[in-house]
């Protein structure tokens, strides 16, 4: 999943990585304990993520959920799958 996650980055404007760590979840990584986390809102309260999110929301809804049911072999992949969901404005199962 690493190298699919890798090669979708590679394909957008952040670029290509330089390291073994892709550098905005690096960067993200660090500024973490500085992120009002009780203060979070869905994508729809950004307009200009609304936009982007929106044409798509259904299908990435309907991916993650389905993936979500299923046994995933790392933690993290059902974080993400779970973060992907409650960032369009869904609540994941547990």
């Known amino acids: 999943m690493e190298l699919i996650i890798g090669a979708a ?6 670029g290509t990585s ?4 892709i550098l905005i ?8 304990q500085f992120i009002d ?6 994508s729809s309260s950004d307009p200009s993520v609304e936009l982007l999110v929106a044409p798509h929301r259904s299908d990435i809804l ?5 993936y979500l049911q299923s046994e995933q072999p790392r933690d993290d ?4 799958l ?13």
Do not use: C, M
Request: charged share 30%.
């Open 9 to 14: 980055f590679e394909t957008t404007s952040i």
């Open 37 to 42: 986390r009780d203060n979070f809102q869905v």
């Open 18 to 21: 330089t390291g073994p760590e």
């Open 82 to 94: 779970e973060l992907a969901v409650i960032f369009l404005g869904d609540v994941p199962h547990r």
């Open 62 to 66: 309907s991916f993650a959920k389905t």
């Open 77 to 80: 992949y059902r974080e993400f």
């Open 25 to 32: 979840f690096k960067r993200f990584r660090e500024q973490w």
